[in-house]
């Protein structure tokens, strides 16, 4: 069964704008979450993290949010480049999973000129 | 500093035969877990390793085992392919189990005719 999910497979931006990317997990026990950036025929690449002790973490143009009563958490990028087109992934983790990373299925971004 | 390295980055095998798999880690890491993408199921943890010993194992058949040798360096065999084997086999390394800090590889592509 999929705890980590990536409920849109693709968003388009126009660059300058915002980028959201959202995902939603079904384990409360998770207590860590990552963002991942991942090109054609190369591995995925961290991006951000988030402990389920703050609600935001901002990292440059990237921060995310983690709200815990709704498991939910999303990835905002402002202002998207062209270079962020890539395929993002949402990955979760915790203690009585001994820390492996549970990955949604991934939302394609694609950010236009 | 090296990356994660992956050998081979192809590979075609026929159903029923089996397959080695190799991932060198970054120096210095001692941990080295082994993640399978596939499009139907996104990106799906197998096991991880840590200082020659399976510290924890995803849910997938016993076709699928590993290994780690006293230089860190990791090991994935999958015996009797299946053509739902066919997939991206992706190795992380990191210095302990910090999520944080997993650095992954770049992949080996793997289909199973």
């Known amino acids: 069964d999929q705890q980590v999910k990536q409920n849109s497979p693709s968003l388009s931006v126009q660059e300058g704008r915002i980028s959201i990317l959202n995902c939603d997990y079904t384990n409360s026990m998770f207590d860590y979450f990552l963002w991942y950036k991942k090109y054609p025929a190369e591995g995925p690449t961290f991006l951000i993290s988030?402990?389920?002790?703050?609600d935001k973490n901002e990292d440059g143009r990237f921060t995310v949010f983690l709200n815990k009563s709704a498991k939910h958490l999303s990835l905002h990028i402002v202002p998207s480049q062209p270079g962020d087109s890539a395929v993002y992934f949402c990955a979760a983790s915790g203690a009585n999973s001994g820390y492996a990373l549970n990955f949604g299925k991934g939302t394609s971004l694609l950010v236009t000129p | 500093k090296a990356g994660v390295t992956q050998t081979p980055r192809y590979l075609i095998k026929t159903r029923g035969q089996q397959v080695t798999l190799s991932c060198s880690p970054i120096s210095g890491h001692r941990s080295v877990s082994w993640y399978q993408q596939t499009p139907g199921q996104g990106l799906q943890f197998l096991f991880e390793?840590?200082?020659?010993?399976?510290?924890n194992k995803g849910n997938f058949p016993g076709r699928f085992s590993g290994r780690q040798f006293s230089n860190s360096r990791s090991e994935m065999n999958v015996s009797t392919l299946e053509l739902g084997d066919s997939a991206l086999y992706l190795c992380?390394?990191?210095?302990?189990?910090?999520?944080?800090?997993?650095?992954f590889g770049s992949g080996t592509r793997l289909t199973v005719v």
């Open positions: 390793y840590f200082s020659e010993t399976q510290r």
């Open positions: 988030i402990s389920s002790i703050k």
């Open positions: 992380a390394s990191s210095r302990t189990t910090d999520t944080n800090g997993y650095t």
